[in-house]
């Protein structure tokens, strides 16, 4: 078990390779490499597919064994600033590494013939490539630092993906948007990052929970103060899982190609904000307010997608307010503190959304 858990560092590093020499042969035989363009689905797949069989043995482990497991390699240390990256494996992240290789993979192998005639095929397969890397990323690190700067990653994947057509206006205009948006968001989650720093000198998961914990318990903390850096922490997840009142962007979302619009920002990166409740669960739990707060967005969500999918003649943006519904579920659930509840479902929503999605459109392509 320790030895499997030893090389789980290199999941996000796995589907890496991919853009790095696409980048290198466009760049030194650009000739050559676009004339075999189709080649490099096969890589892409087959590494994402590495990916899944090893999270499908760490998630095996867990399931056997129910421990966490968690390294961290020095970066900078000195009297006042301490700077620490590793890679933390729990259940969540377990069952968050089989849900995105699992989506990824059927993105590329549907992407590979829906791109085919496209001139910017191999700009497309290396954004997604790094797209899942910082996907994974995200859900093995360690530390809130850390996951700030993958979540900022899949952020401009998102931004490159949604603009893709960037000749298009409307798929222009659709990325600015999103972009704009989710820096909103995104500022919100820095400063709150900052604030329970400052509060409890740690960024580490484990240290952090800890010491917060010891201090509401001896209530040594302001509670305003407290409540204001959990609620800037929250803007981060409304931002990326679309939650009211930053779910503007996804709609628009939907103008990249199919494989991005109706699979990427309906299932796997939404989820991204989802994964950052659930992770800081035991953060916001001892907030009480917070908790109110997560679960009042949810209902408003709920509600608001739901209404808003009904009145759509696009059935792009119809898959969209229908996505921001379920969004609100999970966060309604987690919200009331349901850890189980909030993650099961997005178990659930993103396997609905790898059979609705994407095996109806590979078995069309494979019949005719």
């Known amino acids: 078990m320790e030895y499997i858990h030893q090389y789980s560092w290199i999941i996000p590093f796995i589907p890496l390779p991919v853009p790095i020499f696409i980048g290198v042969g466009l760049l030194l035989f650009p000739t050559a490499t676009k004339k075999i363009r189709r080649m490099w689905a096969f890589p892409s797949i087959l590494l ?5 069989i090893f999270s499908i043995d760490l998630s095996i482990h867990q399931i056997e064994n129910s421990s966490i497991y968690q390294y961290v390699w020095s970066w900078t240390i ?26 990824g993979i059927l993105v590329l192998i549907y992407s590979d013939s829906y791109m085919s005639h496209d001139q910017g095929y191999l700009r497309f397969f290396t954004y997604l490539s790094f797209f899942n890397t910082s996907m994974l990323g995200l859900v093995t690190s360690s530390n809130l630092i850390q996951v700030y700067i993958f979540w900022e990653l899949v952020g401009m994947c998102s931004y490159l993906l949604i603009g893709f057509w960037f000749t298009r206006p409307i798929a222009a205009n659709a990325c600015q948007k999103a972009f ?11 400063l709150g990052i900052l604030g329970f720093y400052w ?5 580490e998961f484990r240290d952090l929970f800890q010491i917060f914990n010891n201090l509401i318990y001896k209530n040594e903390v302001n509670l305003f103060f407290v409540t204001l850096c959990a609620l800037l922490l929250f803007c981060g997840s409304v931002a990326k899982s679309a939650q009211f009142p930053l779910h503007v962007w996804l709609p628009d979302a939907m ?8 699979l990427i920002h309906a299932a796997t990166m939404v989820a991204a904000g989802i994964f950052l409740v659930a992770r800081l669960l035991p953060l916001f739990i001892v907030i009480p307010p917070i908790m109110s707060v997560i679960a009042l967005i949810g209902i408003i969500t709920v509600v608001l997608g739901a ?3 009904i009145a759509q003649k696009d059935i792009k943006k119809n898959l969209a307010y229908s996505t921001m519904s379920q969004l609100g579920y999970m966060m309604l659930a987690l919200g009331m503190g349901s850890y189980q509840l909030g993650v099961d479902t997005v178990a659930v929503f993103l396997l609905r ?3 609705v999605s994407d095996v109806v459109p590979i078995w069309q392509v494979m019949i005719g």
Not at 48 to 52: A, N, P, Q, S
Not at 78 to 99: K, P, V
Not at 199 to 203: D, F, H, N, R
């Open 48 to 52: 994402l597919t590495i990916v899944m």
């Open 78 to 103: 000195n009297n006042d600033l301490s700077l620490e990256f590793g890679y933390l494996i729990d259940s969540l992240t377990s069952i968050m590494s089989i849900l995105i290789t699992t989506v």
């Open 180 to 190: 704009v948006t989710n820096r909103v968001g995104d500022f919100g989650l820095l």
């Open 199 to 203: 509060i409890t000198g740690s960024l």
């Open 255 to 262: 103008e990249g190609p199919t494989p991005i619009s109706a």
């Open 307 to 309: 209404t808003l999918a």
């Open 353 to 355: 959304w790898v059979v």
